[in-house]
């Protein structure tokens, strides 16, 4: 399948779950995430808010758990720059720093920027990956172009309901490789 074709046939079983089973999956991946990832050496957290009407992984559970357990880690949220393609990241102040873009993300109004350099984890979306470590995101590329520019040993980790296919074809030399990836079952380590 071509990334398209994957990106239509992921996209199609996500919004395909009962509301029972979203819900299933964000409780067990959040569960799975802090069970199974290292976040000793993580000081500053970014993460992506989720897109409600395309059931993304909830990424708010996650955030609520570093919240509670990790309170010395910063989370970062992402905003789009309409005239740059780029993601600018403002630290986590709180619900009231949100307002509704024009494809319906949830993105920070004003806020603290946080420095690309001290991003030490990257909680990725994606619409499927593969055993390689490789995703496909929506196609606008910009989750490969902000990792580019984080520190080298910066994790990106991927967040799925669904475990990985064998292998997506039309890798390019811009895909930039995820460190792991969560699902509800699992972690995969790349």
Not at 108 to 126: A, E, F, Q, S, Y
Not at 182 to 187: G, L, N, R, S
């Amino acid at each position: 399948m071509t990334k398209s074709d994957l990106r239509k046939h992921y996209l199609e079983r996500r919004l395909a779950l009962t509301e029972a089973d979203y819900a299933l999956f964000n409780e067990r991946l959040c569960e799975t995430f802090f069970l199974s990832v290292d976040l000793s050496f993580v000081r500053v957290l970014h993460t992506f808010l989720p897109i409600r009407k395309y059931k993304e992984p909830d990424t708010g559970l996650i955030m609520d758990g570093i919240r509670k357990s990790f309170p010395l880690i910063q989370l970062s949220i992402p905003k789009v720059n309409d005239k740059t393609a780029a993601l600018e990241n403002y630290f986590w102040e709180g619900p009231d720093q949100l307002v509704q873009n024009k494809w319906g993300l949830s993105e920070p109004r004003h806020g603290v920027p946080t420095p690309t350099d001290k991003i030490d984890m990257v909680l990725v979306p994606l619409v499927v990956f593969d055993r390689h470590g490789y995703r496909v995101g929506y196609g606008k590329g910009y989750y490969d172009r902000f990792l580019a520019t984080c520190r080298s040993d910066c994790k990106a980790v991927g967040i799925s309901f669904f475990p990985p296919i064998e292998s997506i074809s039309g890798i390019a030399w811009f895909d930039r490789k995820l460190d792991m990836a969560v699902t509800p079952e699992k972690v995969f380590q790349f």
